[in-house]
């Protein structure tokens, strides 16, 4: 089914460790972003890319690497994860930067980290 | 900067109540302006836009009109259902033209219950 898809959808790790979430979407969208949702803070920004090669940081990247070699995929990686990264990860898609462009969001990756 | 203000939740109404959800909005450039609803254990989909003053953003019972002179998007249902509950948040995106990735700024979201 066309769409974007987040992976996996629950994921408990330790401090220290890696991670990474997986982001892929089958529209042939230029642009991709991921956020986290904490309570008290609503969707913050964590990194966004305008297409293939190209990325860029939001609100809050520290902690956080991104890549995309191809245009349908946007992984995040947790190089060494903190108790403090505990939270909802949302990835999304937007055909452009254009103001009537919405963007469009995965179902999220639910992130423990003990 | 760009910012959204939306009314605090949480909101409980009974349904078939009539429903209101604040939202006022500052922007550094001409913006476009969303309602998007998150149910439990999903993401946030797409509800209702609106990209220019005046326009009326609808869907699914719900409308929202863009008014450039108060600075709002207020959200309103004229019958509300049990399936209704949700978090819906209000987004502005501006486009500035030239490196502009269009940032969707989001408002705190408003948690909603409506009982039967």
């Known amino acids: 089914d066309a769409g974007i898809t987040q992976s996996p959808r629950y994921k408990i790790t330790e401090t220290g460790r890696q991670v990474t979430l997986m982001c892929h979407q089958t529209w042939s969208h230029s642009y991709m972003f991921w956020y986290r949702q904490d309570l008290g803070h609503g969707l913050r920004l964590i990194y966004y890319s305008a297409a293939a090669d190209i990325t860029d940081k939001g609100e809050v990247p520290d902690g956080y690497v991104v890549s995309r070699s191809k245009t349908e995929n946007f992984p995040l990686t947790l190089e060494s994860a903190t108790r403090s990264q505990t939270s909802v990860y949302f990835c999304?898609?937007?055909?452009?930067?254009?103001?009537?462009?919405?963007?469009?969001f995965g179902d999220g990756t639910r992130l423990s980290i003990l | 900067g760009d910012s959204v203000t939306q009314m605090e939740g949480p909101v409980t109404l009974s349904e078939e109540a009539f429903l209101t959800i604040n939202c006022t909005y500052t922007a550094t450039g001409y913006p476009s302006l969303f309602w998007y609803v998150q149910y439990p254990g999903e993401g946030l989909q797409l509800l209702l836009k609106a990209t220019k003053a005046d326009d009326k953003g609808s869907n699914k019972g719900f409308e929202a009109t863009y008014r450039k002179e108060t600075t709002s998007f207020h959200l309103e249902k004229g019958s509300v259902q049990v399936s209704d509950s949700a978090v819906y948040f209000c987004a502005l995106k501006v486009y500035a033209g030239g490196t502009s990735y269009g940032k969707l700024t989001f408002g705190q979201g408003t948690i909603l219950t409506v009982h039967p």
């Open positions: 999304a898609s937007s055909e452009s930067s254009g103001g009537n462009q919405p963007q469009h």
